[in-house]
């Protein structure tokens, strides 16, 4: 196991609402980042958060939205939900921004 | 878009027998590049990484070659086993390509 942890597992929102996903990163890891990962894909890298600042953000609109805890754990936040906002979300961290990741087992949003 | 792909969707395996997957990058300043496997149900986990400095590196089972001049790399798994069974994708950095699924047959 990666010791990160990531919630919800599953969940089902109805398009047009808001959704929070959260995440705890290994002991000690002070960056996270969030992926999305459509069924069949790749992860695709949302942003990352390094010491509770965003270091870095992938082609992503601003409905999508995070924040990193001075614990370092994190959330991602998803407004105006689409139904192409349906995929398995996933959380990594490690240490310094280095490059060796850690990912969680993801949360499963299905918008309907 | 992505800056990282891999040649082939899908590859078969004989179990024994070892894999090869291929992965192409575009990006020639890239410097460093990690493989995944991802079970399903679960989050990709590390397998190996190479620096650009590098042109090989080896693990238990597993060897990553680098070839900077055609900007490619490749994950060769020894003996295969039905537990390789997975999908496998390569990443520049924190650009992920689409991924390999790899079936190892009994």
């Known amino acids: 196991e990666t010791g990160v942890t990531q919630s919800p597992t599953h969940l089902i929102k109805t398009r047009g609402q808001q959704v929070t996903l959260r995440c705890s990163s290994q002991?000690?890891?002070?960056?996270v980042s969030w992926y999305q990962q459509a069924l069949g894909q790749g992860p695709q890298f949302i942003f990352q958060?390094?010491?509770?600042?965003?270091?870095g953000r992938g082609n992503f609109p601003p409905r999508f939205s995070g924040l990193q805890f001075p614990n370092y754990s994190s959330e991602l936040n998803v407004n105006a939900l689409e139904l192409d906002d349906s995929a398995l979300y996933l959380c990594?961290?490690?240490?310094?921004?280095?490059?060796?990741?850690?990912f969680g087992e993801g949360s499963w949003l299905t918008v309907v | 878009g992505e800056s990282v792909g891999l040649h082939l969707p899908t590859l078969s395996v004989q179990e024994g027998d070892n894999s090869i997957i291929n992965c192409a990058y575009s990006?020639?300043?890239?410097?460093?590049f990690i493989w995944y496997k991802q079970e399903s149900g679960k989050g990709p986990q590390f397998i190996i990484d190479?620096?650009?400095?590098?042109d090989k590196r080896q693990g238990q089972r597993v060897t990553v070659l680098l070839n900077k001049t055609v900007k490619h790399l490749s994950l060769q798994i020894a003996a295969t086993q039905p537990g390789d069974s997975a999908v496998y994708f390569c990443?520049?950095?924190?650009?992920f390509g689409a991924g390999t699924t790899v079936t190892v047959r009994a």
């Open positions: 990594a961290s490690s240490l310094d921004n280095g490059n060796t990741i850690y």
């Open positions: 002991s000690g890891h002070n960056t």
């Open positions: 958060y390094y010491r509770e600042e965003e270091n």
């Open positions: 990006n020639s300043a890239s410097d460093y």
């Open positions: 190479i620096r650009s400095n590098m």
């Open positions: 990443a520049e950095e924190l650009s």
